[in-house]
């Protein structure tokens, strides 16, 4: 399993960046692939993920600001990211819970 993340960059405070995760390889599983993301110094946290039967479970922190979607004819799941803070510059993640694989991380800042 390869997961590719992308899409990450600068943004503004009050800006939106959408961050895409690309699956290949065998094995994968598209509904099981969430987001993490880890600031130096502290442990990797969960910020989005799919649960069972299609819903959806999200930080506290990004409830209502983020959502998680997926194309499963692309093998991609996304990561929308609106009304950013600085609180959430971060590298992000995603991982496949199914295959327990870890994409290469893409780093988002929030800074004015």
């Known amino acids: 399993v390869q997961l590719q993340a992308s899409g990450g960059g600068l943004v503004q405070p009050g800006g939106s960046l959408r961050l895409s995760c690309k699956a290949s390889?065998?094995?994968?599983?598209?509904?099981?692939i969430g987001w993490y993301r880890q600031v130096p110094g502290k442990q990797r946290e969960l910020v989005a993920t799919?649960?069972?039967?299609?819903?959806?479970k999200y930080a506290d922190s990004v409830k209502g600001r983020f959502t998680i979607s997926r194309d499963n004819a692309k093998n991609t799941v996304y990561l929308q990211m609106n009304s950013l803070k600085p609180e959430d510059t971060a590298v992000y993640y995603c991982?496949?819970?199914?295959?327990?694989?870890w994409g290469q991380g893409t780093l988002v800042t929030v800074s004015s």
């Open positions: 390889g065998s094995g994968f599983s598209i509904s099981g």
């Open positions: 799919f649960t069972g039967g299609g819903n959806r």
């Open positions: 991982y496949d819970h199914v295959a327990a694989s």
